[in-house]
């Protein structure tokens, strides 16, 4: 009897494959297409059994569709780029391109390794100049329509890296994340922008068409970060100082307006120098002002920080009421949102209540709950901002209003008397995307002492990152400190002028990487646009949560710039998405940085590619956080052996034979083994397209095994028994590629078992010759009968009348009406 021996099972179909290029795909208008995309990884470290889960199950998305005869486009690539590689070359003292390099060579070997149905040739590497020609060729498009500019922002800053950190960047309360001495600042620097605010209210809209094809909280998440906003902006003049303009506010809450008791700014509002200037707080504040101006706050910390502020000696006119409000900056209000300034309101808002509180500004309570307890301010510990309960009160004309009712009608007076407009805003920023840093697509433009800001013309494209740049970590960006690629001619005068040195956000080259798969060797244009429109939009995108904001946000900004540069048709690229589950050890996400990863290669060296692919698909749903469990694998492993050692033993006695059979002479042995290969054929065929329940179809897999083994060593007939073990060896092919492959050819197949469509079970063979039916009286449930499948309605309404049940709900009424759903239900009505 053969050993399972997976090295050599694995090895012999991965050639098999590769030389009858049984995963190439080119467009096909005769065949229905289906595009199914993992997120391309970061090529950094050793892929684990954490990545493979996310690999595997694209892998048998896309085996499931070539199956159904689909044309499937199932593509690889490398987000090669990254502020991580250029720090490893530091530390490792070698170039960012060679440790980049080594760890895709490491990454492609560990992918082949599973014999995922990647189409190679369509490979990309994002860190290749024929790649990122076109980031610099989109880049300029942008700038031609003014969606790229450049301007002075905020940003966090380390003084040791001069470089600008994201905020994740910024650790331990304001410290450099890689110079944890080093406190971060804040600062105003010129940076390269794309205006994603350009489609501020088709990004939210066109969500609404993903409402059921992408997981509600990623469709959540998104709309969050976008965070539209209807409110009204309300001017407040300064108090006494005519020669200051009177300071806008945006607020969604425009019906709290008369409890507002204080103005507070950001601290790098630009009206807070004019507001010190002469006021008698002004020396006062300054060190106070320096400072929070230094000072790194996240956004995503303002509920939290610690409220700081000062008053700058100046008052604003509250244009509802006329009373007179004390200006003040806060640490909390931040220049990015809205108008850089707030009207305080404390009774009803809870960072308002802090800030008002710490400092002994009055709290006045202008709405007032209608089903509970009025509110006293001396006496409240927390704001009141449920305005859906409330009704106004301190509030003028306006008392006894629903907030509600009073928002548009405050708003409509403030327009009418020249003080404020209803308006829409949204948390959405543009996209910063310049970093100081040397590993990342160069930004195309040079700076002409005659001309300004010129674009390099698309003929001089790629800019190529030159390859002998000094990486230190410190001392800002590298590429500036190379006289050979700083100093150029001007394309508009051919005078001197000076590169760019700023390189772009990563995130630039995943948002567009998918639509180049399409046409990856195209030197001429990014992609062929008939090509994409054949294969887009995605129809399955499978990554983690984690990038359920800013990659998927910028894609889809991306392909509506493409959109409008004619370039594409659609106005969303992913139709489907899919948010799996983590690989967890010990309770927490395998991660090399812990100690608790399961490396891919080594458990692929011991149990075998097939056997890592069973286990990550069965030990949980695919949406669901899995707990990796040594003694699980082995049970995956045992199955798989079992399976083997089945079909290895009724090879010879079925080789030979044809799996047709004559339904008529199957005995009631063989009927019982193929109802229940037929009905474990159709759940794992709906489990596969429309559940995804691939550890459920798996479970029926071993179940079938199970129920099957024992009964085929009885004198099953070799036709019956070849039809049984085609089923179950079809029905593993797409989770266990390489040993489906190998049974099929045990059992006398010349041709791979690639070529071989998904089988159709048999809903006759598949139908129980006994069903449970239940009895309803009035709508509830009497009895359960079983009875013969299919039997007639003429039969079975008396035999729901004889049951004991029955007919005691039944005595002395009469039944008006029957309702019987065959082989499932009788309901009787009775009066």
């Known amino acids: 009897m053969a050993e399972y021996n997976p090295q050599q099972i694995e090895a012999k179909w991965q050639r098999r494959w590769a030389e009858a290029r049984v995963f190439d795909s080119e467009v096909d208008s005769a065949k229905p297409k289906y595009y199914v995309l993992e997120m391309l990884p970061y090529p950094s470290g050793t892929l684990h059994m954490g990545h493979m889960r996310n690999y595997t199950i694209g892998d048998v998305v896309a085996r499931v569709k070539r199956m159904r005869g689909f044309n499937v486009l199932h593509p690889m690539g490398w987000d090669a780029f990254g502020l991580p590689a250029e720090n490893a070359a530091i530390q490792n003292k070698t170039h960012p391109r060679t440790w980049t390099n080594n760890n895709i060579a490491e990454f492609q070997r560990v992918l082949r390794r599973f014999g995922f149905s990647y189409d190679w040739r369509r490979e990309i590497s994002t860190c290749e100049p024929e790649y990122y020609r076109w980031n610099q060729w989109f880049f300029l498009r942008m700038l031609e329509r003014g969606l790229a500019y450049r301007k002075k922002s905020r940003v966090n800053w380390c003084p040791k890296c001069c470089t600008v950190l994201a905020n994740e960047q910024v650790v331990n309360g304001g410290y450099c994340w890689r110079h944890e001495d080093t406190l971060v600042e804040a600062r105003e620097i010129e940076q390269w922008f794309l205006k994603t605010t350009h489609y501020a209210d088709q990004l939210p ?135 850089g300034a707030i009207m305080a309101v404390p009774a009803h808002d809870e960072r308002d209540f802090e800030f008002c509180r710490k400092y002994g500004l009055p709290v006045r309570v202008v709405v007032q709950p209608v089903d509970s307890e009025p509110l006293v301010p001396e006496k409240m510990t927390a704001a009141f901002d449920e305005h859906q309960n409330g009704k106004l009160v301190n509030s003028g004309p306006y008392n006894g209003m629903l907030p509600d009712d009073a928002i548009p009608a405050m708003a409509a007076h403030a327009q009418a008397k020249g003080f404020g407009q209803r308006e829409i805003i949204f948390r959405l920023k543009d996209w910063g995307i310049s970093r100081q840093r040397y590993w990342g697509t160069p930004i195309p433009v040079v700076y002409c002492p005659n001309d300004g800001l010129v674009p390099v013309p698309d003929k001089d494209l790629p800019v190529i990152l030159p390859e002998n740049a000094k990486l230190t970590g410190e001392g800002g960006s590298p590429l500036a400190s190379l006289p050979e690629f700083v100093n150029t001619a001007c394309p508009k005068c051919g005078g001197p002028a000076r590169r760019e040195t700023d390189t772009m956000d990563t995130f630039v080259d995943s948002s567009w990487y998918f639509y180049r798969y399409c046409d990856p060797h195209n030197a001429k244009a990014p992609y062929d646009s008939q090509k994409v429109a054949y294969w887009f939009p995605i129809d399955q995108y499978i990554g983690g949560i984690t990038h359920a904001i800013l990659h998927l946000l910028y894609s889809r900004f991306w392909c509506k710039v493409m959109r409008d540069l004619g370039l594409v048709s659609h106005d969303e690229p992913i139709l489907r998405l899919f948010t799996q589950g983590m690989v967890q050890k010990g309770g927490v996400a395998m991660s090399k940085s812990r100690g608790n990863v399961v490396g891919a290669l080594e458990m692929a060296e011991k149990f075998g590619a097939d056997t890592g692919r069973l286990y990550t698909l069965f030990a949980a749903p695919p949406e669901k956080d899995l707990e990796w469990s040594e003694e699980s694998i082995e049970g995956s492993w045992r199955f798989i052996n079992r399976v083997f050692r089945l079909i290895d033993r009724h090879a010879d006695s079925v080789r030979h034979v044809k799996s047709s059979f004559d339904p008529a002479k199957v005995t009631d042995q063989e009927k019982a083994l193929l109802r229940k290969t037929h009905q474990a054929l159709r759940r794992v065929t709906l489990d596969f397209e429309s559940r995804w329940h691939f550890n459920s ?43 489906a492959e190998e049974l099929w050819e045990m059992l006398g197949h010349t041709e791979g078992l690639w070529k071989t469509s998904w089988p159709a079970f048999d809903p006759e063979l598949a139908r129980d010759e006994e069903v449970e039916v239940v009895v309803q009286v009035n709508g509830r449930i009497r009895a359960r009968l079983k009875v013969a499948a299919g039997l007639a309605e003429a039969d079975l309404v008396p035999k729901a009348l004889a049951e004991p049940a029955v007919a005691q709900h039944i005595n002395g009424k009469r039944v008006v009406k029957q309702i019987v759903v065959p082989d499932k239900l009788v309901n009787l009505v009775v009066a």
């Open 697 to 739: 179809a798996i479970a029926l897999i071993m179940d079938l095994y199970n129920e099957i083994h024992a009964p085929l060593e009885q004198g099953v007939r070799p036709d019956v028994a070849r039809h049984i073990l085609e089923l179950l060896t079809l029905m593993l092919a797409p989770m266990t590629p390489h040993l």
């Open 205 to 339: 809209d066109d969500l609404n068409e993903r409402e059921g094809s992408w997981p509600d909280r990623v469709i959540t998440m998104q709309r969050n970060w976008i965070g539209k906003s209807i409110g009204a902006r309300v001017k407040f003049p300064v108090a006494d100082v005519t020669a200051i303009d009177p300071i806008e506010v945006f607020t969604t809450r425009i019906d709290t307006i008369y409890g507002a008791t204080a103005i507070i700014l950001a601290p790098s509002h630009p009206l807070v120098e004019k507001l010190l200037q002469g006021s008698p707080e002004q020396n006062d504040a300054r060190p106070t002002l320096a400072r929070m101006r230094q000072a790194s706050v996240k956004t995503e910390d303002l509920a939290t920080a610690e409220k700081e502020g000062f008053f700058t000696g100046r008052y604003a006119n509250n244009p509802f009421s006329g009373e007179k409000l004390p200006i003040w900056v806060g640490n909390f209000v931040l220049m990015e949102y809205g108008t």
